[in-house]
């Protein structure tokens, strides 16, 4: 019996022995393998890059969202300590892309979350008409880099456009200036106008149901940007809008037959349309 253990045990440690030499051989096979593919030149000569067909897309602001989200949900509780902590966190932080939502805290039954609400609009919004109103003074006073002033105004205003905060009159009359402002721009430098502009300007006259004035935006975007998926967007969302259903198919089929690649937004609308 105590020979038998013996052997059983020397069978044992012998058999693990095994084991342990055949998977450090095993690994170091492995490594060997990876080692010499990666060591390899890679054939690149049947890999094609065509750039009109990339689509640019930027990221979301996942924090942002997040506020976003929180401060519409948090709403409707009922914990008014934790509500005016939340509104409180997101006044200290960077909160003007989140004045929509905060503008939905000015309806909360609590007071004083309706008060903090309305102080950061107030204050927001009053920045934002004197500033327009001195920038847009000195865009008509002086010539000199008026095209390039002219740009940065569109592109400080938008942003706030955008969120539709403004009473619907207040937001008309700065869309209308805007609309001016981009007159000014496009008469005086057309050529720095990106198309990102094009649709800024676009949209925001559809918003206000100036389709006349949105069409002529979206028919430069056209003529200077005609590789551009937001140069047919703008014109599908206008005719949907219009609900000028004869000139959104002009505009698909014409999508169809370019190079752009069609993002998940724009199939969504098609198919709503359609």
């Known amino acids: 019996m105590e020979y038998d253990c013996a052997k059983g045990e020397k069978s044992k440690y012998l058999d693990e022995g095994i084991c342990h030499v055949y ?3 095993c690994w170091s096979f492995l490594f060997l393998l990876c080692l010499s593919f990666m060591s390899q030149a890679m054939d690149l000569e049947d890999v094609i890059f065509n750039k009109e067909k990339v689509e640019t897309f930027r990221h979301p602001d996942e924090e942002m969202e997040r506020n976003m989200v929180s401060i519409e949900e948090a709403l409707a509780i009922t914990d008014k300590k934790n509500l005016r902590m939340l509104i409180m966190n997101v006044i200290r932080g960077d909160y003007k892309d989140l004045l929509y939502s905060i503008s939905k805290a000015l309806d909360s039954e609590d007071t004083e979350t309706a008060h903090y609400a309305a102080s950061v609009l107030q204050d927001v919004l009053n920045e934002f008409r004197v500033t327009v109103q001195k920038r847009y003074a000195d865009i ?3 010539t000199e880099r008026q095209a390039e002033k002219c740009l940065e105004l569109i592109e400080y205003m938008n942003p706030i456009l955008e969120q539709r905060i403004l009473t619907n009159l207040e937001q008309h009359a700065m869309v209308d200036q805007m609309d001016k402002i981009g007159q000014r721009l496009y008469e005086n430098g057309r ?4 198309s990102e502009v094009y649709e800024m300007l676009s949209l925001r006259l559809l ?3 100036e389709y006349d004035r949105c069409k002529i935006w979206c028919e430069r975007a056209v003529q200077h940007y005609p590789n ?7 014109q599908l969302k206008l005719y949907f809008s219009s609900e000028n259903k004869k000139e959104f198919q002009r505009v698909m089929q014409e999508l169809k037959q370019s190079d752009i690649t069609i993002d998940h937004e724009t199939l969504q609308l098609i198919r709503t349309f359609m």
Request: aromatic fraction near 4%; proline fraction near 0%; charged fraction near 25%.
């Open 228 to 234: 551009s998926l937001a140069s047919y967007t703008c």
């Open 140 to 142: 008509c006073e002086e």
């Open 207 to 209: 918003e206000v149901k």
């Open 23 to 25: 998977l450090s051989s």
């Open 191 to 194: 050529e720095q106008i990106s």
